[in-house]
C-alpha cells in the first residue's frame, strides 16, 4: 500500500513539473514589440520556428537562415548552379542558396564564398532588401546619428530602405550598421518590403517657414532635408486623418526644443505648427510621428541645416 501511494504521488509531482515547465507556444514573443508580425508570420506559414514552439526573437541570425527567411517570404523557389568554395552541396541549406543566387541578391565575396553560418548584420539586410526590391537610394543617411559607421558600399542600401520605411533606427536615431540583425528585426524589415499595400497613417502637406526644403515633399518619402536661414523654423504639416489621429514631435539632438503652438482640425485633416529651436552646432534632426488606431505609425525625419 505504501510503495503504491508513493508511485502515485510520484505521477501526480511528474504531472505537475510537465505542466509548469512545458513552454507553450508563441511563449517567447507573444509580449514582444514585434509579436503580431511573427504570429502573422506562423499562421501564414511563412516561418515554422524551433520544435519547443518558440522563435527566439531576439537572436541574430545567420546568412543561411536569413536566406531561408527571405525565399520563403517573397516565394522564390527556382534554383541556379551555384559554385562556391565553402559549401559543397551537402548542406540543409544548400538549395536555398541555389535560389537567393537565382533570384539575384546573392552573389558572394571576393573569396567566391557565401559564409552561409556567418551571423549577418543590418547593413547586410538593408543591401538585400535593395536588390530584392530594385530599390535605388540617394545614398541620404543623415538622419542617423550613427551614419559614419556605415560601409561606404552599403550608403545607398541604407538610404533607400530608411526612405521607404522598411527599415528604421533606435530611439537615439542611430542605424546599427554593424550590428547583427535580430531574428525579429530581420522578419520586421521583410513584412514591410513585401507588403505594399499596408496602410499608414501619413502627412499630406509638409512646409517649413524659414527654412528651404531639399526636395518637393512626397508623403511615400520619409526623409527629408532642409536648409534654414534662421535660428528657429516652423513646421506646419497636414495629416490626412481626422478622428483619432496623433501627431508627435520629436528632436533628438541636443540644444534643439520642439513647442507645438497649435494642433486644429480642419475639413480632411489636421494641422498642426511647432516653432523649432535649432541646436548650435550641428544639424537638427525632427521626427514627425502621425499614428491613427488601425493603421501603422509612419515617422517623417527631417534635418534642418543652419
Same mark, same amino acid.
Given at each position: ?102 533570384? /539575384? &541578391?546573392?552573389? *558572394? +565575396? ?5 559564409? @552561409?553560418?556567418?551571423?549577418?548584420? $543590418?547593413? !547586410? ?39 521607404? /520605411? &522598411?527599415?528604421? *533606427? +533606435? ?5 546599427? @550598421?554593424?550590428?547583427?540583425?535580430? $531574428?525579429? !528585426? ?44 534662421? +535660428? ?75
Amino acid at each position: 500500500m505504501f510503495n503504491r501511494k508513493f508511485m502515485m504521488l510520484i505521477g501526480t509531482a511528474m504531472i505537475v513539473l510537465l505542466m509548469v515547465t512545458a513552454p507553450a507556444f508563441g511563449f517567447d514573443y507573444t509580449d514582444h514589440w514585434a509579436g503580431e508580425t511573427i504570429q502573422k508570420w506562423f499562421d501564414e506559414k511563412r516561418i515554422s520556428g524551433y520544435e519547443d514552439g518558440s522563435f527566439k526573437p531576439n537572436n541574430s541570425i545567420t546568412r543561411a537562415e536569413f536566406i531561408t527567411m527571405v525565399n520563403k517570404a517573397y516565394g522564390f523557389e527556382e534554383t541556379a548552379e551555384v559554385e562556391f568554395n565553402d559549401i559543397d552541396g551537402s548542406e540543409w541549406y544548400y538549395s536555398e542558396i541555389q535560389k537567393s543566387v537565382k533570384a /539575384g &541578391y546573392i552573389v *558572394g +565575396d571576393d573569396n567566391e564564398e557565401v559564409r @552561409p553560418s556567418d551571423e549577418v548584420s $543590418r547593413q !547586410e539586410v538593408a543591401a538585400v532588401i535593395c536588390r530584392i526590391n530594385n530599390l535605388s537610394g540617394s545614398g541620404d543617411v543623415s538622419v542617423f546619428s550613427d551614419k559614419n559607421y556605415i560601409a561606404e558600399w552599403a550608403i545607398d542600401y541604407v538610404g533607400a530602405v530608411a526612405s521607404n /520605411g &522598411y527599415m528604421i *533606427g +533606435d530611439n537615439d536615431s542611430n542605424f546599427n @550598421p554593424n550590428n547583427y540583425i535580430t $531574428r525579429a !528585426e530581420a522578419l520586421v524589415a521583410l513584412d514591410r518590403s513585401i507588403d505594399r499595400d499596408v496602410e499608414y497613417a501619413v502627412i499630406s502637406e509638409l512646409s517649413i517657414e524659414g527654412a528651404e526644403m531639399n526636395q518637393a515633399f512626397d508623403e511615400e518619402k520619409t526623409v527629408y532635408n532642409a536648409n534654414a536661414s534662421q +535660428d528657429a523654423s516652423k513646421i506646419v504639416f497636414v495629416a490626412d486623418t481626422v478622428k483619432g489621429t496623433v501627431i508627435n514631435f520629436d528632436s533628438y539632438t541636443e540644444g534643439s526644443e520642439i513647442i507645438v503652438s497649435t494642433a486644429s482640425d480642419i475639413e480632411g485633416g489636421i494641422v498642426c505648427t511647432a516653432e523649432v529651436k535649432l541646436a548650435e552646432l550641428e544639424s537638427t534632426v525632427v521626427k514627425i510621428t502621425v499614428s491613427k488606431k488601425g493603421i501603422q505609425d509612419r515617422t517623417y525625419s527631417i534635418t534642418i541645416n543652419k
